[in-house]
T-cell receptor
């Protein structure tokens, strides 16, 4: 079983749609959780940290369920510029991050 | 530019040569991480360093790879006697947090190594 699992997609959605990504992690001792976005052949960019209470940043909402070892990202009112690969990232502690292979999103006109 | 800087952005080496990749962390950050991304794969942790110390090198291949972060100057990832399988994007990240908890890491633009 992979340490961090994501549906690779692609998710093809029309502009303005709401789309949700899920991620599961295997190590119950994981301490920190993030969503990054990666555009083709570029560096990952931090989108948001994920907290147990859930957090929201504009059109983006992240949720964490520690009991189920499950993380989600919701994007509302999708824009063309949201097209990218979304990486679920888990930290065990000691600053070592484990990346999922990413979910590809394509927002279309 | 206060972001993480990496150079060179592209590096071509022939099999058997050495590759040196450099990383300057974001201003105010003293923790550096190296990750490798093979084609069509996710990022894999290689090594975590602080100034003059290797904290965690559990992701480093046992041979040919080494990393340092000297008191002065950038962090260096060194690959000796490169092979075609070393062709990948190498990303450096930095953070401001200490060892005990994971803090947000910010990535540089990467070095794309091609071994011919």
């Amino acid at each position: 079983r992979k340490e961090v699992e994501q549906d690779p997609g692609p998710f093809n959605v029309p502009e303005g749609a709401t789309v949700a990504f899920n991620c599961t992690y295997s190590n119950s001792a994981s301490q920190s959780f993030f969503w990054y976005r990666q555009d083709c052949r570029k560096e990952p960019k931090l989108l948001m940290s994920v907290y147990s209470s859930g957090n929201e940043d504009g059109r983006f909402t992240a949720q964490l369920n520690r009991a189920s070892q499950y993380i989600s990202l919701l994007i509302r009112d999708s824009k063309l510029s949201d097209s990218a690969t979304y990486l679920c990232v888990v930290g065990l502690g000691g600053n070592k991050l484990t990346f999922g292979t990413g979910t590809q999103l394509k927002v279309e006109l | 530019n206060a972001g993480v800087m990496q150079n060179p952005r592209h590096l071509v080496r022939r099999r058997g040569q050495e590759a040196r990749l450099r990383c300057s962390p974001m201003k105010g950050h003293s923790h550096v991480y190296w990750y490798r991304q093979l084609p069509e794969e996710g990022l894999k942790f290689m090594v975590y360093l602080q100034k003059e110390n290797i904290i965690d090198e559990s992701g480093m291949p046992k041979e040919r790879f080494s990393a340092e972060f000297p008191k002065e100057g950038p962090s260096i990832l060194r690959i000796q006697q490169v092979v075609r399988g070393d062709s990948a994007a190498y990303f450096c990240a930095s953070s401001s947090q200490g060892r005990l908890t994971t803090y947000e890491q910010y990535f540089g633009p990467g070095t794309r190594l091609t071994v011919t």
